[in-house]
T-cell receptor, first 112, second 113 residues
């Protein structure tokens, strides 16, 4: 079946350090992946996406890497700030339908 | 346009009662989604509308759940005969065709007592 999972449930980093959040997916037919950030009491917020014809995409302070060979996705946050503290979800579009499938999330703690 | 709006933000209801939630998507977005999220978990897909047509429903959506989007704008999600297991955050999201991710609302937190 299809699933999206994360390697670590929590990640604690020092302010100013880089953060790396990892994710594994199981459906090799998935062709579109998204990272979302969710702060307490709010809905998930789109951060960055990547299509399967790419292996890297950069945004402002964030980079997503896609390794289709091992079905692995990562989110890198440069110079992590206290405002980056949140739960991060990787998600994949269902290639056979319209929905986005979310993983369980990784909670990022940023220590001042 | 201030984004996706959901109403109410919180709802406490007694088991067996019916509840209805409303979602107002971003006006230009023709795609609308309902998700459910429980504590410590990622959002789970419930249903999808393209304009007014409901094109996909999850097996999670039992007969007690119904969603509508009558004019292709706002949407409602009704839960009949609520059960304690229905307690969750109900999230609405909207998007344009062609990807770019969803814009989520802040959700309606349902507590069934």
């Amino acid at each position: 079946g299809e699933s999206v999972g994360l390697h670590l449930p929590t990640l604690s980093v020092q302010e100013g350090d880089n953060s790396i959040i990892n994710c594994a997916y199981s459906n090799s037919a998935s062709d579109y992946f998204i990272w979302y950030k969710q702060e307490s009491g709010k809905g998930p917020q789109f951060i960055i996406d990547i299509r399967s014809n790419m292996d890297k995409r950069q945004g402002q302070r964030v980079t997503v890497l896609l390794n289709k060979t091992v079905k692995h996705l990562s989110l890198q946050i440069a110079a992590t700030q206290p405002g980056d503290s949140a739960v991060y979800f990787c998600a994949e579009n269902d290639p056979g339908g319209f929905k986005t499938i979310f993983g369980a999330g990784t909670r990022l703690f940023v220590k001042a | 346009d201030t984004g996706v709006s959901q109403d109410p933000r919180h709802k406490i209801t007694k088991r067996g009662q019916n509840v209805t939630f409303r979602c107002d998507p971003i006006s230009e977005h023709n795609r609308l989604y309902w998700y459910r999220q429980t504590l410590g978990q990622g959002p789970e897909f419930l249903t999808y509308f393209q304009n007014e047509a409901q094109l996909e429903k999850s097996r999670l959506l039992s007969d007690r759940f119904s969603a509508e989007r009558p004019k292709g704008s706002f949407s409602t999600l009704e839960i009949q005969r609520t059960e304690q297991g229905d307690s969750a955050m109900y999230l609405c999201a909207s998007s344009l065709e062609g990807g770019g991710g969803y814009t989520f609302g802040s959700g309606t937190r349902l507590t069934v007592v």
